[in-house]
């Protein structure tokens, strides 16, 4: 079992920046594939970025490549979320998600582990 804890959310300014962590425990949990997702009001969950346990592979969703940025602290169990330039467009509900297989999916089924959230809110 492993078990996920999201921070860092909070309302910023359209084109400032966010950093959310995904802490991790359980079971061998810097063995798992991390991902990031989000949800908007009266939207589908969607993809926002992966990080395989080995070998550091990433994936973005199109919507933030080159301001989004996902990295992992092994050691500490945790991921990271690095979001600059953030548009009004981002405000959502982001979640941190694990698997265990080595590839960067993004697809959220693929998933066995998911946190309970946090809110990231943009000001215009």
């Known amino acids: 079992q492993v078990r996920l804890a999201e921070s860092g959310g909070g309302l910023v300014q359209a084109g400032g920046s966010l950093r959310l962590s995904c802490a991790a425990s359980g079971r061998t949990s810097s063995r798992y594939t991390m991902g990031w997702f989000r949800q908007a009001p009266g939207k589908e969950r969607e993809f926002v970025a992966v990080?395989?346990?080995?070998?550091?592979?990433?994936a973005y969703a199109d919507s933030v490549k080159g301001r989004f940025t996902i990295s992992r602290d092994n050691a500490k169990s945790t991921v990271y979320l690095q979001m600059n330039s953030l548009k009004p467009e981002d405000a959502a509900v982001y979640y941190c998600?694990?698997?265990?297989?080595?590839?960067?999916?993004?697809?959220?089924?693929?998933?066995?582990?998911w946190g309970q959230g946090t809110q990231v809110t943009i000001s215009t």
């Open positions: 990080m395989t346990w080995i070998g550091g592979t990433t």
């Open positions: 998600a694990a698997h265990s297989k080595a590839i960067a999916t993004t697809l959220s089924s693929q998933y066995d582990y």
